[in-house]
């Protein structure tokens, strides 16, 4: 598929998750042999204020194209004008949230909300397509519960406003992240629309990206949980899609190796404290599976420096 003048083929993204696809996560998803990545969510508002966190979350030097950059709001003139920003910050994607399910987010009108508000949707849409000229693409969830499904509709409004690509997250407002995505509504969407539709929702293995592709027909697909601790999921489900063979996953050592690179550049970004904090996190993700997993749990949770994480890490490389 393209999008814009990017050849994409048929694209695995790694999603948009706020808390954990920042830059050092990126840089070390790009090291493994990912190749599309996602900001996590920006607030239009805060971008415009300049907030320094958010000019944080912009800093996308030296990472590959297309560089995606997802915006959230309610206001079509904040979101055009954030969307400016953004590509003075070398974005050349705009993607617009409209499926974040939290609370504080929603009750603001923004994410979610916009599921129950299509006509402000496209609005939104509609502003920033006109305002930029890189491509505008959108990622939404079904609708807001199992009685309010709008993502045919929804998909509709945004294609006629010059939405180039949509990502359909196939759960509602009111699943949060249980129970099942449902993929049929993917394939409802790609059937209804022209434009290229990424498949979300529930993929854990590559046969599963498969699986998704198979019964939908959409275009890409896009992985987010999955990639937890696990960013070669990526690169081994592209790979299974391009040649139909499951590379096997990699083995702890390397496992352990990216995970203290990882931690380095966490440390170089964010600093000693907030990048201990953040990277206990990633930490417990990258030991899932290995030997006395729980008792090791506990010893990183209990670090309280660097190095004592960096350790515990060690130490599972000696054994
Ligand atoms: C911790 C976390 C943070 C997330 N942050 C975002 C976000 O910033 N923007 C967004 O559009 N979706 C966000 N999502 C949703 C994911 O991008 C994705 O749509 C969802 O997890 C379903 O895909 P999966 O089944 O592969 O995990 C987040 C999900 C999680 C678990």
Not at 51 to 57: H, Q
């Amino acid at each position: 598929m393209k999008l814009g003048h990017f050849e994409l083929g048929v694209p695995v993204f790694l999603a948009p998750l706020a808390g954990v696809t920042d830059k050092a996560f990126r840089e070390t998803f790009c090291a493994v042999g990912g190749e599309h990545a996602w900001t996590e969510m920006i607030s239009a508002q805060a971008l415009i204020y300049q907030n320094s966190r958010t000019l944080n979350i912009l800093d996308l030097r030296g990472e590959a194209e297309p560089r995606i950059i997802q915006l959230f709001g309610r206001d079509p003139e904040t979101m055009a004008r954030a969307a400016l920003l953004a590509i003075d910050c070398s974005a050349n994607v705009i993607d617009i949230n409209m499926g974040c399910p939290v609370p504080k987010i929603v009750k603001n009108g923004e994410g979610a909300a916009l599921l129950k508000d299509l006509p402000r949707a496209q609005a939104i849409a509609s502003a920033v397509v006109q305002a930029v000229n890189v491509p505008v693409t959108v990622k939404i969830r079904l609708g807001w519960n199992d009685d309010e499904i709008v993502a045919v509709e929804l998909a509709k409004r945004l294609e006629s406003v010059g939405v180039q690509m949509l990502t359909v997250h196939a759960r509602t407002r009111e699943q949060f992240y249980s129970g099942h995505a449902n993929w049929e509504w993917i394939r409802r969407v790609k059937k209804e629309v022209s434009i290229p539709i990424i498949g979300n929702g529930d993929v854990f293995i590559p046969e599963d990206a498969g699986r998704l592709i198979e019964q939908t027909g959409c275009d890409g697909v896009m992985i987010g949980r999955g990639a937890l601790g696990n960013p070669w999921l990526i690169p081994l489900t592209q790979h299974y899609l391009k040649y139909g063979v499951i590379l096997p996953e990699p083995l702890i050592e390397e496992r352990i190796q990216v995970a203290l690179q990882h931690f380095d550049r966490v440390l170089r970004y964010k600093g000693e404290r907030i990048g201990l904090n953040e990277m206990r996190k990633h930490a417990v993700w990258y030991i899932k599976g290995v030997r006395r997993a729980a008792q090791l749990r506990g010893e990183i949770m209990h670090s309280r420096t660097p190095n004592d994480l960096q350790s515990v890490l060690r130490q599972i490389l000696q054994r």
